[in-house]
T-cell receptor
Framework: ETGVTQTPRHLVMGMTNKKSLKCEQHLGHNAMYWYKQSAKKPLELMFVYSLEERVENNSVPSRFSPECPNSSHLFLHLHTLQPEDSALYLC???????????????FGPGTRLTVT | QKEVEQNSGPLSVPEGAIASLNCTYSDRGSQSFFWYRQYSGKSPELIMSIYSNGDKEDGRFTAQLNKASQYVSLLIRDSQPSDSATYLCAVTMYSGGGADGLTFGKGTHLIIQP
């Protein structure tokens, strides 16, 4: 595997379900991100992790719960979602050390989520 | 509230011509600027980054930055039908890296006409 991978690629879930999205990066980076892309709206930052610590939570509802067990893996746990949460969820990674990296973020293929 | 503005298009350009994409940003403290290309149904792909005023060239792509005017642009020379995509402008506060989320514009839909 190379780059950033995400699973599953497509997910349909009911509003009472619990599911998790997985992201893995093979780039040796130490910062990982979750973004949401909805139709007609710009890509929205959800969470930022640096060296496995959450450094930013962009006012995301608690029904979205991130987890970063190590610098290569990132999860997004989902529960009691709403239909308006249907979107493309994108994971990205970067070399997040100030003064060392160039800040470039590389995206995975995304998970297309549909909430019914 | 950090904002990044782009004309949504569509911007239609004949094959072989120069495509010019523009972006303005509201936060004067922004330090790093990126252009991503996104094909329909795919994820964003990084094509250019720029950090200081002036031009940066990479193949057929040239990024231009003017921090005084809070303006970033992307020029695509010798446009090809395969360049047809949505181009996203993104900015961040950090210089020299660091873990900072990107603020994106809505993107410009570019169509290259054969």
């Amino acid at each position: 595997e190379t780059g950033v991978t995400q699973t599953p690629r497509h997910l349909v879930m009911g509003m009472t379900n619990k599911k998790s999205l997985k992201c893995e990066q093979h780039l040796g980076h130490n910062a990982m991100y979750w973004y949401k892309q909805s139709a007609k709206k710009p890509l929205e930052l959800m969470f930022v992790y640096s060296l496995e610590e959450r450094v930013e939570n962009n006012s995301v509802p608690s029904r979205f719960s991130p987890e970063c067990p190590n610098s290569s893996h990132l999860f997004l746990h989902l529960h009691t979602l709403q239909p308006e949460d249907s979107a493309l969820y994108l994971c990205a990674s970067s070399q997040g050390i100030t003064g060392v990296s160039d800040g470039e973020q590389y995206f995975g293929p995304g998970t297309r989520l549909t909430v019914t | 509230q950090k904002e990044v503005e782009q004309n949504s298009g569509p911007l239609s350009v004949p094959e072989g011509a120069i495509a010019s994409l523009n972006c303005t940003y509201s936060d004067r403290g922004s330090q790093s600027f990126f252009w991503y290309r996104q094909y329909s149904g795919k994820s964003p792909e990084l094509i250019m980054s720029i950090y200081s005023n002036g031009d940066k060239e990479d193949g057929r792509f040239t990024a231009q930055l003017n921090k005084a005017s809070q303006y970033v642009s992307l020029l695509i020379r010798d446009s090809q039908p395969s360049d047809s995509a949505t181009y996203l402008c993104a900015v961040t506060m950090y210089s020299g890296g660091g873990a900072d989320g990107l603020t994106f514009g809505k993107g410009t839909h570019l169509i290259i006409q054969p």
